[in-house]
């Protein structure tokens, strides 16, 4: 199964298993109507989630990816000794540090240089890899699918003051400890808190 975040709403390729979950469900669909997808869901902004039912999901995928511009992207999810987690503020969204993987390096090095530009958080250990997301959208005019691996990361530290990369959009840097309150749950993606989710307290 693959999972892509479309305008923030994920869709779902599958063999049927999850297709009830979902408030659109599509069959075997063809280029035409994976190429489509985008503007149905904006046109659309009841339907929540979209399943894309296929035999052969692999083949689907594959076929979906060559749709688009790939863009390898590499972050982690930074917790510190007291059990905080690392958050920045960007446009308005609070989010994980992440960024594009560099020409030459490695996927951990721009896990770990990402967060550090960000935040201005160092003395970082990459735990391990939590999971791979994908996302797309458009940049003049050129559909992109961002594909990020995640990694979680320890800082040796407690509540290190941050730096925000103000070039990059990113106006605040926080730790927050769970349970996290509704100014942050109101004001993130699907995706991220996921992401956080699956490391246990």
Same mark, same amino acid.
């Given at each position: 199964?693959?999972?892509?975040?479309?305008?923030?709403?994920?869709?779902?390729?599958?063999?049927?298993?999850?297709?009830?979950?979902?408030?659109?469900?599509?069959?075997? %669909? /063809?280029?035409?109507?994976?190429? *489509?997808?985008?503007?149905?869901?904006? !046109?659309?902004?009841? +339907?929540?989630?979209?399943? @894309?039912?296929?035999?052969?999901?692999?083949?689907?995928?594959?076929?979906?990816?060559?749709?688009?511009?790939?863009?390898?992207?590499?972050?982690?999810?930074?917790?510190?000794?007291?059990?905080?987690?690392?958050?920045?503020?960007?446009?308005?969204?609070?989010?994980?540090?992440?960024?594009?993987?560099? %020409? /030459?390096?490695?996927?951990?090095? *721009?896990?770990?240089?990402?967060?550090? !530009?960000?935040?201005? +958080?160092?003395?970082?250990? @990459?735990?391990?890899?939590?999971?791979?997301?994908?996302?797309?959208?458009?940049?003049?005019?050129?559909?992109?699918?961002?594909?990020?691996?995640?990694?979680?990361?320890?800082?040796?530290?407690?509540?290190?003051?941050?730096?925000?990369?103000?070039?990059?959009?990113?106006?605040?840097?926080?730790?927050?400890?769970?349970?996290?309150?509704?100014?942050?749950?109101?004001?993130?993606?699907?995706?991220?808190?996921?992401?956080?989710?699956?490391?246990?307290?």
């Amino acid at each position: 199964m693959y999972e892509v975040y479309i305008l923030n709403r994920p869709v779902i390729f599958t063999e049927n298993s999850d297709a009830n979950k979902c408030d659109l469900v599509m069959q075997q %669909p /063809g280029n035409r109507q994976l190429k *489509a997808l985008p503007n149905l869901l904006r !046109e659309n902004k009841h +339907i929540k989630s979209v399943a @894309l039912v296929a035999s052969d999901v692999q083949s689907l995928w594959m076929h979906f990816c060559l749709l688009y511009t790939e863009v390898l992207a590499a972050g982690c999810v930074v917790e510190n000794q007291q059990g905080a987690f690392l958050w920045i503020e960007r446009n308005g969204h609070w989010d994980l540090p992440k960024g594009k993987v560099e %020409p /030459g390096e490695s996927i951990e090095e *721009a896990a770990s240089r990402e967060v550090t !530009e960000e935040t201005g +958080i160092g003395r970082l250990t @990459l735990a391990n890899h939590l999971r791979t997301t994908y996302h797309t959208y458009e940049e003049g005019g050129i559909p992109i699918l961002k594909t990020t691996f995640w990694f979680h990361a320890h800082h040796e530290g407690m509540n290190t003051r941050g730096v925000p990369q103000s070039e990059e959009g990113i106006t605040d840097v926080q730790w927050k400890l769970r349970p996290f309150g509704p100014e942050l749950l109101k004001n993130t993606y699907p995706s991220i808190l996921n992401l956080v989710a699956s490391i246990e307290a």
